[in-house]
């Protein structure tokens, strides 16, 4: 894949080419200069070199400026083309600005002009070039698994991925919410012996705390009111493969001293069981939270966090790696085209840009979910700034009816559901995020209050990225 780089000045003057050619090279020493007498000289050049910018007059002999353009842009998608026209000739201008030229320049050309304008085609072209880049990049990695990224912190992380799956040590995963510890932990089952085996995903605090034992360990038919048959326990679910405990931190200390024995022992006891049962599953724990701390306060058992922590493997904040951001953000446009069942849609480098420069305390998650949001209000294929912005006044304002891009009605581009989804899913954020304010991110007011379960907003917050200590 060649670089984009490079300006062609066409005109039939060679005298004037020659002297514009001579400003250019010297408002641009790194660039190779083309210059070419006649349209189909210049669509020779453009057949044969990647070129970034082409400035070229209107009025030539046989093939004009107008013609030349559309030609060029067949040939060259990315071309900036900038229309050099007579001076008050502003209809010419306007006219070919219409037809897809990027800029004009009127003779006598000012040398500002002149930087102005190739200076916008480059940093076009940088753009474009990165979204090349990108796109050979994802296609290289769709064969590679899902972990994306290429950043020196990502590829650090998918060196200790694939080190770790070579083991069968138990390994603590922390990270920020929406890091990516879940698909660490999918990733360290599918790149490991155990791959064939089952990969069980235990979200910790989704599962109130007096039926977590008997998730995990199962339980005898009548161990407790209510256990009217036997049930097995998902440690023999995982049986020959892999348990995640995500969320390790949230588990209270009676199943931190079962899970310490399990692990240390490698055998469960059913509940109601007098008999051990042994297991052989691969444990992977995750957690956002700070467990050094938990320690002190007594509330995480020491001996257990040194049997997690064999190894440690951290994910990083996406904003410690934002050159990754373009490239995650493609992948998320294709996995949201398919989600809705869309024709692919394409991104511009500038919405990339855009995308580049945000916080993203969400992190990945974020990121995705952004992206989806995007899609779905962007009835056109391709998104622009424009429907990057309308999306994020979706989240900022709630505003869903006007957020939408291309001037088109919601009920229009997505179904029924969809859009009631969207809808919804809006109002719960906003109606959670007010509640946990008032309560200064106290959950168990923020449930009374609202009268939902903890259970149930323990899983509004991990859907809709809500951190309850923000609100502290
Ligand atoms: N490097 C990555 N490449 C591709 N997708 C990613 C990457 N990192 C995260 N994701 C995606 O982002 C979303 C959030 O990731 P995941 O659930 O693994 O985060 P997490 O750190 O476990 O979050 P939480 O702590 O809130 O449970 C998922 O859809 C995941 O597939």
Redesign the pocket.
């Known amino acids: 894949m060649s670089a984009i780089n490079g300006i062609l000045i066409v005109d039939d003057e060679a005298d004037f080419a020659k002297g514009l050619a001579r400003l250019t090279t010297g408002l641009f020493p790194d660039q190779t200069v083309h210059v070419a007498g006649s349209a189909k000289q210049a669509l020779e050049i453009l057949s044969e070199h990647d070129v970034a910018v082409c400035i070229t007059d209107m009025r030539m002999p046989g093939m004009g400026g107008l013609d030349l353009l559309a030609k060029a842009k067949g040939l060259a998608p990315h071309l900036s083309v900038v229309v050099l026209t007579a001076y008050g000739s502003i209809d010419t201008a306007v006219q070919a600005m219409k037809a897809g030229a990027s800029d004009f320049l009127t003779k006598p050309v000012e040398l500002e002009q002149l930087s102005l304008v190739i200076t916008k085609g480059l940093e076009r072209a940088q753009l474009i070039g990165e979204n090349r880049r990108l796109r050979e990049l994802l296609s290289l990695q769709a064969g590679r698994g899902?972990?994306?990224?290429e950043s020196p912190a990502?590829l650090k992380?998918r060196q200790t991925v694939s080190a770790a799956a070579g083991t069968d040590y138990t390994v603590l995963?922390r990270?920020?919410?929406?890091?990516?510890?879940?698909?660490?932990?999918?990733t360290i089952h599918t790149m490991s012996r155990r791959a064939r085996e089952p990969f069980v995903d235990l979200?910790c605090p989704a599962i109130p705390e007096q039926f977590l034992e008997s998730e995990l360990f199962g339980h005898l038919k009548g161990a407790f009111t209510g256990a009217d048959k036997e049930r097995r326990g998902l440690f023999v679910a995982a049986g020959g493969g892999t348990l995640l405990l995500?969320?390790i931190g949230d588990i209270s200390p009676s199943v931190q001293t079962k899970l310490l024995r399990c692990l240390q022992e490698r055998t469960i006891r059913p509940l109601g069981s007098n008999k051990n049962i042994p297991v052989d599953v691969r444990i992977l724990a995750?957690?956002?939270q700070n467990l050094e701390a938990r320690i002190v306060d007594k509330s995480f058992r020491e001996d257990l966090y040194y049997r997690l922590n064999v190894m440690t493997i951290r994910?990083p904040p996406l904003r410690d790696r934002r050159e990754?951001i373009p490239l995650?953000s493609r992948?998320?446009l294709n996995q949201a085209c398919e989600e809705m069942g869309s024709a692919p849609k394409d991104i511009v480098p500038e919405a990339l840009a855009w995308l580049s420069t945000r916080s993203w305390p969400g992190?990945?998650?974020e990121?995705?979910n952004f992206i989806r949001r995007a899609t779905v209000y962007n009835a056109g294929d391709t998104l622009t700034v424009e429907c990057m912005r309308a999306a994020e006044d979706a989240i900022v304002d709630d505003r869903v009816e006007s957020t939408l891009c291309g001037n088109q009605s919601l009920q229009g581009i997505s179904p029924y559901k969809d859009a009631k989804d969207a809808i919804l899913g809006d109002f719960t954020r906003t109606y959670v995020r007010e509640v946990l304010a008032t309560t200064g991110g106290n959950v168990s007011e923020t449930a009374r209050i609202s009268g939902l379960s903890r259970t149930a907003l323990q899983k509004i917050f991990?859907r809709m990225?809500i951190d309850p200590d923000e609100f502290r």
């Open positions: 899902v972990l994306i990224g990502m992380l995963i990270g920020e919410s929406g890091t990516g510890k879940e698909l660490v932990a999918r979200n995500d969320e995750s957690t956002n994910t990754d995650l992948h998320f992190n990945v998650r990121l995705q991990s990225d």
